[in-house]
Nanobody
């Protein structure tokens, strides 16, 4: 089993920046990758980004490319999400997620472990 704990959410104005962190504990050597999803009020949860531990490759949803950056620590237990040029439409609860195999990185069901989420609010 793996446990995920997020931190770093908050409120910013349009154009601002925030950094989210997610630390995994437990059987972390089983993890293929870690990433982030988000869920805006009244909307379905959507994939944002994933970092693959084996080669450090990262993938992004189109709307965040160039604004968001995911990175990880050498221990392969913590991922960071640097968010800049934030827009009101980035307002959502951000969930850290971890997966144990390759496949559709944007597919929610393929992530075995989830954090509780951290709220990001961007005001205009």
């Amino acid at each position: 089993q793996v446990q995920l704990v997020e931190s770093g959410g908050g409120s910013v104005q349009t154009g601002g920046s925030l950094r989210l962190s997610c630390t995994a504990s437990g059987q972390t050597n089983s993890l293929y990758g870690m990433g982030w999803f988000r869920q805006a009020p009244g909307q379905e949860r959507e994939w944002v980004t994933t970092l693959i531990w084996s080669d450090g490759t990262s993938y992004y949803e189109d709307s965040v490319k160039g604004r968001f950056s995911i990175s990880g620590d050498n221990a392969k237990t913590t991922v960071f999400l640097e968010m800049s040029s934030l827009k009101p439409e980035d307002t959502a609860k951000y969930y850290c997620a971890a997966r144990i195999y390759s496949g559709g990185l944007w597919v929610e069901k393929e992530y075995a472990y989830w954090g509780q989420g951290t709220l990001v609010t961007v005001s205009s």
